[in-house]
């Protein structure tokens, strides 16, 4: 399997840890399977029961994150912890898809979305247990809420639905939602990324003519060059 597997094709996602590399490979005759590459290339496919897996994310202390498929179908969210073992994330109760969007630093808190029993998207946090907490419960933001990205401090950027467009928001560690600020009403931006400092990158709609790359600070919101069709992701 696993010199099929450095050998298939390959889907590299994210190297936090140092010379560390994850993502997927095709071993030619089983399927697709999460895989971590040292630094000297090596390849080591990650462990699962299912049919299939990937990785998507890594802290820098070797946890990684990412998706795989029960036998008996069922899409699920994966941790790997830095020994190789495998802990599938809870979904929400009676509740459907999950999806990984980030880990922090020291790996003790994913990021993600999940669906409910309607089929409407949560934005959620999972801990190194696979438990997991709804950030926007009831009708808190939903039907499309999101959560793009979690920095060292388990801050998340994301978005909530406000009059039906995304409006951009942050998850405190605590759970607690603070409203980032836009100029435009109704809101439509998307947040991409958040730092350690706090300082959120992406891109939204000032006039509802151009998308616009934007950065959030603490002094506020600031509409980036160039002026037309643009986009910060990180």
Not at 14 to 37: I, Q
């Amino acid at each position: 399997l696993l010199a099929a597997a450095a050998s298939g094709l390959p889907g590299v996602a994210t190297a936090a840890t140092p010379g560390v590399a994850v993502g997927w490979a095709f071993d030619g005759t089983e399927g697709v399977h999460a895989v971590r590459w040292a630094p000297d290339g090596s390849v080591t496919a990650l462990p699962w029961a299912g049919s299939s897996s990937s990785a998507s994310v890594i802290s820098r202390t070797g946890v990684i994150a990412g998706s795989g498929v029960t036998p008996q179908g069922t899409g699920v969210s994966l941790r790997w912890a830095a020994d190789g073992s495998v802990t599938e994330l809870a979904a929400l109760p009676g509740g459907g898809q999950t999806h990984v969007t980030g880990i922090t630093a020291d790996g003790s808190l994913i990021s993600g979305e999940a669906s409910d029993a309607a089929g409407n998207q949560h934005a959620v946090r999972w801990t190194a247990t696979g438990a997991i907490t709804d950030l926007s419960p009831g009708n808190q933001g939903n039907p499309g809420a999101t959560a793009a990205a979690i920095n060292d401090f388990g801050v998340i950027a994301g978005t909530v639905t406000e009059a039906g467009w995304p409006a951009p928001v942050a998850w405190k560690r605590d759970g607690g939602r603070v409203r980032l600020d836009w100029p435009a009403s109704p809101a439509s931006a998307t947040p991409r990324a958040i730092n350690r400092a706090g300082v959120v990158v992406g891109s939204g709609y000032v006039d509802f003519a151009e998308n616009r790359a934007v950065r959030w600070s603490a002094g506020g919101v600031t509409v980036l060059e160039p002026a037309r069709r643009s986009e910060a992701v990180a």
